[in-house]
């Protein structure tokens, strides 16, 4: 479970209506439509873990809405599973850039959100406490996100994203705003994850070390409209160095090349 | 903590440790000067009772029964025309806040209906609803539902979308979206709008006695101008001042719940 099609998939927004004012007459127009994605075509095997390379604001984020059915594609289509994703549901979760917990539910309470199809309230709580120790935050449970730093925040966000059983986990710079150590921490928490459910894992990131350490396969994104720039396997076993596997530093030059960066470290 | 104002430690201790003294004494400051201001005013002490004769009139009304009939009169009003208001406002709040179409549509009406005073629908609300309870309890609903709407709808449309695409992603149902996003969302906010339409109730329900009705403190209060009765006419506007208190009181004691504590507790 968890193949995923994306199939020449193109996006554009329309900005609102203006009004300009010409001769003492008011006229409205159209602003001619931005183009944000432009025919993107990929597939993901079940249980691959793909890190989505690119520069900020240049549409990876829209591509993954999309294919969790928050927005729709203007053309092409998104394939689950074989079915076609025309909204939201809990086969593929999203995991938020910024705060996706709900404030005025503590960590349990968040947690058993995703649990509500569980009619027994025994169930649930021994589920909660489940996904509570996998991310670690025993004696945590019973307080509200903003007594939290930014990394309990994430794990618990991921814990309630892992106790839905998705088949896809969606996230959206998961390691954005945290500091250098809880960055590291969260990127093993996440490889772990992954390697202890085997879920399809799309991952956004800016991070080139972080995408060459993670991924099963990479993708860089870019231009306006964004185009697929690369789209590599790496299969190479986790965890890995990547500064000792040759293949890797030279696709890390490429890709740095590619972005207009001469002399990367 | 405090000695370290080194200043002017005593002051700063006092305003800190015994804020109910300070209150106490500004209070009986003004209690002074409304003796002294009775008392040379030159007006005589039927014009301008001093407090003394206007805590006796107090004396007299509660011991006669007068007061407590008319207080439980008015609020009697003030708590069935609120608690409609509420309870129609907020579900329409929602609705607006939440639905484009309706909002397009109802939104201006409500912005045109909102700026006419309650006072001014008093000749209607007595020519449909003739004298009693009615009419008083249409102005206190009008007066507050309104403002419940307006702020309930500006409150649910700025809760922060990925609020509701969680909703979406864990398929959670409408009603799950109201009782689990939207209610508790707006709560810390609808306590504040709340506090500040009573507010704006309990001052139209004194307004509409005055008309309407043959009980309430704002019968009381116009009684007893006929009756040339000033000392009643002020015992009227203090109990109503006590009462306006109690009932902020109230409603701020609302606002330190469990269900805000979310939100509070980023400040402490």
Not at chain 1, 93 to 120: A, C, K
């Amino acid at each position: 479970m968890g193949h995923i099609i994306v199939n020449s998939i193109s996006k554009e927004y329309r900005n609102r209506r203006r009004q300009s004012r010409k001769n003492g007459c008011i006229e409205s127009h159209f602003q001619d439509p931005i183009p944000v994605l432009d025919n993107i075509d990929l597939e993901f095997d079940e249980g691959e873990m793909v890190c989505i390379l690119g520069p900020s604001g240049c549409g990876k984020s829209t591509m993954l809405r999309i294919i969790a059915g928050f927005e729709p594609a203007t053309t092409g289509n998104v394939i689950i599973d074989g079915k076609q994703i025309e909204k939201p549901s809990s086969n593929h979760i999203f995991v938020f850039q910024n705060n996706g917990l709900l404030p005025w539910m503590t960590v349990w309470e968040n947690i058993e959100l995703s649990l509500r199809h569980l009619s027994e309230t025994r169930d649930r709580a021994k589920k909660v406490a489940e996904h509570i120790e996998i991310v670690e935050l025993e004696g945590f449970e019973h307080h509200y996100p903003h007594q939290l730093s930014g990394g309990m925040r994430r794990r618990t966000e991921l814990a309630r994203a892992l106790a839905v059983n998705p088949n896809v986990m969606i996230m959206d710079e998961p390691f954005s705003g945290l500091d250098f150590m809880t960055h590291m921490k969260m990127r093993e928490e996440v490889v772990n994850m992954h390697k202890f459910t085997g879920k399809t894992t799309l991952i956004v990131t800016h991070d080139i070390d972080d995408a060459l350490i993670m991924g099963d396969r990479i993708v860089v994104m870019d231009g306006r409209p964004a185009r697929i720039k690369l789209n590599h396997r790496l299969d190479f076993p986790r965890p890995r160095d990547f500064q000792k596997i040759p293949e890797l530093n030279k696709l890390r030059q490429q890709i740095f090349l590619m972005e207009g960066v001469s002399y990367a470290v | 903590m405090c000695h370290m104002n080194s200043e002017n430690p005593k002051i700063q201790n006092w305003g800190e440790r015994y804020p109910i003294i300070l209150t106490g004494f500004a209070f009986a400051m003004l209690l002074l000067i409304w003796d002294l201001l009775a008392r040379f005013s030159g007006w005589s002490n039927q014009v301008f009772p001093g407090p003394i004769p206007v805590f006796i009139s107090i004396g007299e009304l509660i011991g006669n029964g007068m007061l407590l009939k008319h207080t439980i009169a008015s609020l009697f009003r003030i708590t069935i025309g609120f608690y409609l208001a509420v309870l129609l406002g907020l579900p329409l709040g929602i609705l607006l806040g939440r639905n484009k179409i309706c909002n397009a549509m109802f939104n201006p009406i409500i912005q045109f209906l909102k700026p006419i005073s309650p006072i001014a629908w008093i000749p209607l609300a007595m020519l449909w609803f003739g004298i009693g309870d009615m009419p008083a309890i249409f102005l206190i609903f009008l007066s507050s539902f309104f403002p419940l709407v307006v702020s309930t709808t500006i409150t649910v449309s700025s809760i922060n979308p990925v609020y509701f695409q969680v909703a979406a992603n864990f398929n959670f149902t409408r009603m799950e979206a109201i009782t689990k996003i939207i209610i508790p969302a707006i709560t810390p906010s609808t306590i504040t709008a709340l506090r500040l339409s009573l507010a704006i109730a309990w001052l139209v329900v004194v307004a509409a006695e005055m008309i309407a009705v043959r009980s309430g403190l704002g019968y009381l209060i116009l009684d007893s101008r006929n009756a040339l009765r000033m000392d009643y006419v002020m015992a009227g506007m203090i109990v109503i001042g006590v009462i306006g208190l109690l009932l902020d009181f109230i409603m701020r004691r609302m606002g330190q719940l469990e269900s805000t504590s979310w939100q509070h507790s980023e400040i402490r």
